[in-house]
């Protein structure tokens, strides 16, 4: 099955700053999401993003289908941006049926 | 629009006990999943219904957990009987459908189970 290595594991910042969130892949893709799962588990959709780049306010995604990656970008970090970081990718009308396999997820703190 | 509901939100049993959630599709939606989280880990896909059939649930544990989806619309989870490694996080999800071209999918606030 598909392989999903996301990086960094965790990720501590203080309010205010940028950062990036990777996403590896094995295989070929037709599904990539990014997930923001909060303190009370709910999974939040953030992007639905197979290729290209998408922006809402002060998040971004770019994914890079040929070479197999997706980045999150997070600006000007707030707290409430804390909690668990998730890609999952599928590849609806292979063997898979559109199942989204995940990554480990990136842990991110964000300090006032 | 709402978005995929869940029930119950928390559970608490003792191990070799039965217990069953519910899940409400967005509507329209064909396709519905079910995820297991354990604690420290992503969701792990359990089975997977188009319509009302199942069309895979290679990882489902056949022997304790079973799950239907009548008229293509509400599904359920049971599991009897629960042991102490079921104790997780379990999500359900929908999506347009396999063939509808659009794959994203939308994630209901899970129950969480914890078997003693």
């Known amino acids: 099955g598909i392989q999903v290595e996301q990086s960094p594991p965790d990720l501590i910042l203080q309010e205010g700053a940028n950062s990036t969130l990777r996403c590896n892949f094995s295989?070929?893709?037709?599904?990539l999401q990014w997930f923001h799962q909060n303190p009370w588990g709910q999974l939040i959709n953030l992007f639905y993003?197979?290729?290209g780049t998408k922006q809402n306010g002060r998040l971004s995604a770019t994914t890079v289908a040929t070479e197999r990656y997706s980045l999150l970008y997070i600006s000007s970090s707030q707290t409430t941006d804390s909690g668990v970081y998730f890609c999952?990718?599928?590849?609806?009308?292979?063997?898979?049926?559109?199942?989204?396999?995940f990554g480990q997820g990136t842990i991110l703190t964000v300090h006032p | 629009e709402a978005g995929v509901a869940q029930s119950p939100r928390y559970k608490i049993i003792e191990k070799r006990q039965s217990v069953a959630f519910w899940c409400n599709p967005i509507?329209?939606?064909?396709?519905l999943y079910w995820y297991q989280q354990i604690l420290g880990q992503g969701p792990k896909l359990l089975i997977q219904?188009?319509?009302?059939?199942?069309?895979?649930d290679s990882q489902l544990p056949k022997d304790r957990f079973s799950a239907e989806r009548l008229k293509g619309v509400d599904s359920t989870l049971k599991i009897q009987p629960a042991k102490l490694e079921d104790s997780a996080v379990y999500l359900c999800?929908?999506?347009?459908?396999?063939?509808?071209?659009?794959?994203?999918?939308?994630f209901g606030p899970g129950t969480r189970l914890t078997v003693t």
């Open positions: 999800a929908s999506s347009l459908g396999v063939t509808s071209g659009f794959h994203e999918q939308y």
């Open positions: 295989d070929s893709v037709n599904n």
């Open positions: 993003i197979p290729s």
């Open positions: 999952a990718v599928g590849n609806a009308g292979g063997t898979s049926y559109g199942k989204l396999t």
């Open positions: 509507s329209g939606h064909a396709t």
């Open positions: 219904f188009q319509n009302n059939g199942v069309v895979d």
